[in-house]
């Protein structure tokens, strides 16, 4: 977005307040204003029947479950992660500090104000609102690759494959494997293999509201299958989404002119 730059230098300011606010509200859906004005908007009558199509609008992030065990190869992964909460933005690893694509199943709990879906005769596509993403999503009975990275079979790619279809005539079933391994699973700092799975759940309760479970099932990271987060979306009546992009030239010079003379001033002098 054009104001990310502005956003972090006031973000810095208000730091010691916000890092009390994220540690007590950890896990947390955050704010998002549109969607604070429409989700008590009525249910602007019931759902059509197998149709999420339009615009919607989220709270800023899911709210997240706490992350089951993870397997000896998961807690050696994420013991090399740090993230802004623990290491602090100019010594953070995460992906996002130089807008390196979410990737899934990233896109679909962090940073969802928006997204938007159409539908085609034999796939759906989702736009995520956050850096202008789209998804094919394949609706026409094909089966998940089962043999990503692996000999003769596709290469991993920042989002993956997914298949979807439809459960009853309300919710959206979608499938994706083959997401990059080099992502997160939020900013949490959990990772995930390119083999996992992950699914993501949408309900139209009625017109106006849609309801999100995302669920991780990687057995070579995690012991067992766990919801990573849920969320509820409100219908756009203007159907216009925003921009809403990650603009790396502004995320270096917020590392360079404010992270890390932030540190070095925090310092102790010697």
């Not at 990271?221 to 509820?232: C, H, R």
Request: proline content about 8%; overall charge negative; some cysteine.
């Amino acid at each position: 977005m054009r104001t990310l730059f502005a956003r972090f230098v006031i973000g810095l300011m208000a730091a010691p307040l916000f890092v009390s606010m994220a540690m007590a509200q950890a896990g947390a859906a955050g704010e998002n204003n549109m969607y604070n004005r429409l989700k008590n908007g009525g249910t602007g009558g019931p759902a059509p029947k197998r149709s999420v199509t339009g615009v919607w609008t989220g709270a800023l992030e899911a709210i997240r479950p706490e992350v089951p065990p993870m397997t000896p190869l998961g807690q050696k992964l994420f013991s090399a992660s740090k993230t802004e909460a623990n290491a602090g933005w100019a010594d953070a690893n995460d992906p996002w500090k130089t807008c390196d694509p979410f990737g899934m199943p990233r896109s679909a709990v962090n940073e969802i104000r928006g997204i938007s879906f159409a539908e085609m005769p034999d796939k759906i596509i989702v736009l995520h609102q956050y850096n202008r993403v789209w998804r094919d999503v394949w609706m026409d009975g094909r089966a998940l690759p089962k043999n990503v990275d692996q000999s003769g079979g596709p290469d991993s790619t920042w989002y993956g494959y997914s298949v979807g279809h439809w459960e009853g005539d309300y919710t959206l079933v979608i499938d994706t494997t083959g997401s990059d391994d080099s992502e997160w699973l939020d900013p949490r700092g959990y990772p995930h293999s390119a083999q996992g799975v992950f699914e993501e759940r949408y309900t139209r309760v009625d017109h106006n509201h849609l309801e999100m479970t995302v669920t991780v099932n990687d057995p070579a990271i995690y012991t067992k299958p766990f919801v990573l987060g849920t969320s509820k979306f409100a219908w756009v009546p203007n159907q216009q989404s925003e921009e809403q992009i990650c603009v790396p030239s502004q995320s270096i010079a917020y590392v360079n002119i404010i992270s890390v003379p932030a540190v070095r001033k925090a310092e102790p002098s010697k």
